[in-house]
């Protein structure tokens, strides 16, 4: 097992922010987001965690900018936010990046989530975020199940990354 650190660069209304707990409605802007992933890649890291917050939130997509992100990047790119079912993984995927990371659709669409692993394999991550072993849901407002029982799961359905946050 390998611990890797992946810096994020979170997106709303086209603008990298960082929001306060992961609460919508408490972005501190950071300006352009092609920007803050290139200083992201010109400290040196070998990945970097893009998330449409817009998508992740249902309020709208930032499809086309974190794209050009992506196409951008000389780096490997993880691809996060409102990625659902199977038009937003293709989309998510259509961008070029290396890998998707499927968050609150992994806890409430366990079928969905299986065929996704079966299909794109490594190419599919599943973000945990976690207080203490119960993981939490929907932008962190609902609890999403017991960690190692879904960790039980995904290792059986063939998830080979997790991305983890613990969110307390």
Known sequence: MKLQLLPAVD????????????????????????????????GGAQWVHLVDLDAAFGRGSNGELL????????????????IRDDASLERALATGCARVNLGTAALESPDWCARAIATYGDRIAVGLD?????????????EGGDLWE??????????????????R
Do not use: I, K, M, N
């Open 11 to 42: 997106v709303v209304a086209g603008q990298a922010v960082r929001l306060v707990q992961g609460e919508a409605g408490s972005a501190t802007s950071y300006g352009d987001p092609v920007e803050a992933a290139l200083l992201w890649q010109q």
């Open 67 to 82: 794209a050009r992100v992506v196409s951008t990047l000389d780096v490997q790119v993880e691809l996060s936010g409102g």
């Open 130 to 142: 976690v207080r203490g072993t119960v993981l939490a849901a929907r932008g962190w407002t609902q």
């Open 150 to 167: 879904v960790l039980a799961r995904l290792d059986a359905e063939g998830c080979a990354r997790y991305v983890v946050t613990d969110v």
